[in-house]
Nanobody, 129 residues
């Protein structure tokens, strides 16, 4: 059973940056569609970005477009989420998720958490002054 592990969260001031990482227990992330989700306190997880197996297709939610960047490092079996210009509303637990289906089936329209099979435990990001 594939396990995903996020890291890189922390507490930052507004305007700051963080780089989150998602690694897999098996060297297969390069074959999977990967998504990042954010769960604010008291809310459902929100899909914020998605990347195809080969990294050639990427989608961002409007709330993070221009500030967040997702990238795959196939050699490291890791997916990164660079988050810049952080706002207080970015606070939440960030999860990576994966699925053995093509990007076009999973993220072409919306980034829906119900389409992903494997989930990490999450990493907390807190943005406050």
């Amino acid at each position: 059973q594939l396990q995903l592990m996020e890291s890189g969260g922390g507490s930052v001031q507004p305007g700051g940056s963080l780089r989150l990482s998602c690694t897999g227990s098996e060297p297969v992330l390069g074959y999977l569609t990967i998504g990042w989700f954010r769960q604010a306190p008291g809310k459902e997880p929100e899909g914020i970005t998605c990347i195809s197996a080969d990294g050639g297709w990427i989608k961002y939610a409007d709330s993070v477009k221009g500030r967040f960047t997702i990238a795959k490092d196939h050699a490291e079996n890791t997916v990164y989420l660079q988050i810049n210009s952080l706002k207080t509303e970015d606070t939440g637990v960030y999860y990576c998720a994966a699925v053995w289906k093509p990007y076009t089936d999973i993220c072409a329209d919306v980034i829906d958490k119900r389409r992903f099979n494997y989930w990490g435990q999450g990493t907390q990001v807190t943005v406050s002054s």
